[in-house]
């Protein structure tokens, strides 16, 4: 266990087998400034991996509790450096997708007021590339999964992401958080109420999470540390996207219908039966 987060460390693969925190808008809202401090985990008995691993590798230390949801007090900030929670990423994909669905996640949590994370690397598909002298392996899969479990509107969802770079919608990557575990083989949020375990993590739905980066400057943070009594949190905003996409198939089954109505007609006009 650490400041803000605990993990699981998976030494024959020199990094974490799931890093879990909860997060709250307070958490998000933190303003203490990243100093970079990479170093080995003096809590891992076996020995972390170390930052001579990671050099000249090609791979990013990429985070796995991210230093921007841990940003509200220096000590939390500076366990996220620990090497134990990093993971080898391609650079395309820890400085792009990964990074914005972590921003997502702090949208999350701006507009939930608090929710619960589990992140880590997808390391059941062997064997793997490694890196450096302590062979760390380098994850085709990343996963991360969020429980609001906040009234009214209690719900799950998971993500599985390649590692690579990509351009496509966070929404091609959700899933049920049953499927991550899955491919996982970790059973998440055991210690829920068994009925409303299953219910939670056999179904998402994407519109129900704000589809927006974090993205609130140091001075609105400032101003929410002195005072967040008139805070109002942001809207849940769905994209032209969904909009669109709601629209075709809505269309789509109406067309769908005219075409099975005039169908009928012309076959009944032949004297043939339609089924």
């Not at 303003?31 to 020995?47: A, C, H, M, Q, V």
């Not at 220096?74 to 990074?99: A, H, T, V």
């Not at 793997?128 to 085709?140: E, L």
């Not at 009925?195 to 101003?223: H, I, M």
């Amino acid at each position: 266990e650490h400041t803000g987060f605990a993990l699981v460390y998976d030494e024959e693969h020199e990094q974490a087998r799931w890093v879990a925190y909860q997060l709250t808008r307070d958490h998000v809202y933190g303003n203490f400034s990243r100093k970079d401090n990479f170093r080995e985990d003096p809590t891992i008995k076996t020995g972390s991996a170390t930052l001579a691993d990671y050099r000249a590798s090609g791979y990013d230390r990429g985070h796995l509790a991210p230093a921007g949801d841990l940003s509200y007090s220096e000590e939390s900030l500076s366990d996220s450096f620990y090497m134990s929670n990093m993971s080898p990423q391609e650079p395309s994909f820890n400085r792009g997708i990964w990074s914005t669905l972590e921003s997502y996640v702090r949208s999350y949590a701006a507009t939930e007021g608090l929710i619960y994370v589990v992140t880590g690397p997808i390391l059941s598909d062997s064997p793997y590339k490694t890196i450096g002298k302590n062979k760390v392996s380098v994850p085709d899969y990343y996963y991360k999964v969020i429980l609001d479990y906040t009234e009214p509107e209690k719900k799950m969802i998971g993500f599985v992401l390649p590692n690579e770079g990509s351009k496509e919608s966070l929404e091609i990557f959700a899933t049920t958080v049953r499927d991550v575990e899955q491919l996982t083989g970790i059973d998440f949020f055991y210690q829920l109420p068994k009925g409303e375990q299953e219910l939670l993590e056999t179904a998402y739905d994407y519109s129900l999470w704000p589809n927006t980066e974090f993205r609130v400057t140091k001075a609105e943070k400032e101003a929410y540390a002195l005072d967040n009594s008139s805070f109002v949190p942001p809207s849940k905003e769905i994209s032209v996207y969904l909009i669109v996409k709601e629209k075709v198939e809505e269309l789509m089954m109406l067309t769908k219908k005219e075409i099975t109505l005039l169908l009928k007609s012309f076959l009944y006009s032949l004297n043939i039966n339609f089924t």
